[in-house]
């Protein structure tokens, strides 16, 4: 990260002083436990996406999700050499911040009852996807932006991200449980925007800020382990299967293996390096998890999640060598750890399969899941036609908040 200056410590510090005072406000006026007996609030909304789960099947994935978003995410940031460290103290102020403003913003369109924010397990994942999602961004603008524009950052994003999500979940009444749209997709995208607007054409190239030496390796080493042991759980955070196993969590964890394989087919092939480095891997898994994100749910089958998994693995790769620099020297983006290769492009493809998926639906295949997954269409208000032309325009909708947003906050 830039470097702070004592003036730039004094900002920060009276920063981070008045918004834990508003959040500490905010809550006490606010914030209540949420009964354990009940569900929650949200499951009286019929579009809610964190409706009827049992607190006792969820507190689990709350804690894999919540490991998932401090070491995955935050260790993510952390293989470029010349920020590794700060990137790292970033990531945690971030996720700091963003929780508690993510429960109160979230908590006003989900968990409001009665003039107040109820909170459970349920409102913890959702703050942790909206986490999640910010780190994402911050990935855009690493070394670019000190921790006072990053705490600010967090702010809007966290407020466009909860006004995306509500109108793709609640208004348009989409399935997106892993986050293709909602996590991967406005998060790469909004950070981009921001990039753009902070262009800085002094700033090196992304290989150039890649330290080969050893400590760049071993965060990505934790950092793909992390995301292969708890992203299944961080998929399926928001689903519930009545005690059935949750498709996405056995359709992310075939997609993670094709992907990571994807690395070793088409990474040696275009790189110059003889040996296949860990973050080249870590790239992999996290497009194979962000293809999986809108289609984890539904009726992909084993081997269509094989197939996904592999096909997303290769986008890393490609990106990274034409695409990259395209961004870079035509339209000055500086993708500073390359969420859109990333993030961005395997969270649009998995909308797309999610859509494809959505409107091959039918009452035979799915069962007994069909009003779980697709709880509009079991009801008979819409077809699986018709749900499949609103998973298609949640795309443009996420795209289009993502990018005028990313821009407002640049």
């Not at 969820?58 to 401090?70: A, K």
């Not at 920020?83 to 971030?94: E, M």
Request: hydrophobic letters at 50%.
């Amino acid at each position: 990260m830039p470097e702070v200056t004592a003036t730039s410590r004094l900002r920060l510090s009276g920063l981070c002083f008045l918004l834990q005072i508003l959040t500490i406000t905010l809550f006490a006026i606010f914030v209540r436990y949420s009964p354990e007996s009940s569900s929650g609030p949200c499951s009286q909304q019929p579009n809610c996406s964190w409706k009827n789960q049992d607190s006792g099947f969820q507190h689990p994935r709350f804690r894999d999700g919540h490991l998932q978003v401090l070491l995955g995410f935050g260790l993510l940031l952390a293989f470029l050499g010349r920020y590794g460290p700060g990137s790292v103290a970033s990531s945690i102020l971030v996720v700091a911040f963003a929780i508690q403003w993510a429960v109160l913003i979230q908590g006003f369109l989900y968990f409001f009852l009665n003039g107040k924010i109820w909170v459970g397990a349920q409102s913890m994942a959702s703050a942790d996807f909206c986490t999640a999602a910010i780190l994402i961004s911050s990935g855009a603008v690493l070394g670019k932006v000190n921790p006072v524009q990053m705490l600010l950052l967090t702010l809007l994003g966290v407020t466009l991200f909860a006004l995306n999500e509500y109108v793709l979940l609640s208004l348009m009444g989409i399935s997106d449980s892993g986050g293709s749209l909602t996590v991967h997709t406005f998060g790469a995208y909004f950070g981009l925007m921001v990039s753009r607007v902070l262009h800085q054409p002094h700033m090196d190239k992304r290989e150039e800020q890649q330290d080969t030496g050893h400590q760049p390796d071993i965060f990505a080493v934790v950092g793909t382990i992390c995301l292969w042991i708890f992203w299944p759980s961080f998929t399926s955070a928001t689903t519930v299967r009545n005690h059935a196993e949750p498709w996405a969590v056995l359709n992310t964890y075939f997609s993670l293996a094709a992907s990571t394989l994807a690395a070793f087919v088409l990474s040696p092939v275009l790189q110059e390096e003889s040996t296949l480095r860990m973050v080249q891997i870590q790239d992999a898994t996290l497009a194979g998890v962000a293809m999986m994100g809108t289609a984890g749910e539904m009726l992909v089958t084993p081997f269509g999640a094989l197939i996904a998994g592999f096909l997303s693995g290769l986008i890393p790769p490609l990106g990274f060598r034409f695409l990259t620099p395209i961004l870079r020297s035509k339209l000055k983006i500086q993708d500073t750890c390359g969420i859109h290769n990333v993030h961005g492009l395997p969270g649009i493809l998995g909308a797309l399969l999610g859509t494809l998926l959505t409107a091959l639906a039918t009452a035979d295949a799915y069962g007994g899941r069909l009003e779980l997954v697709f709880p509009l269409v079991a009801q008979g208000s819409r077809t699986a036609t018709d749900q499949a032309f609103y998973q298609l325009c949640a795309l443009p909708v996420t795209l289009l908040l993502a990018t005028l947003g990313g821009c407002l906050t640049g």
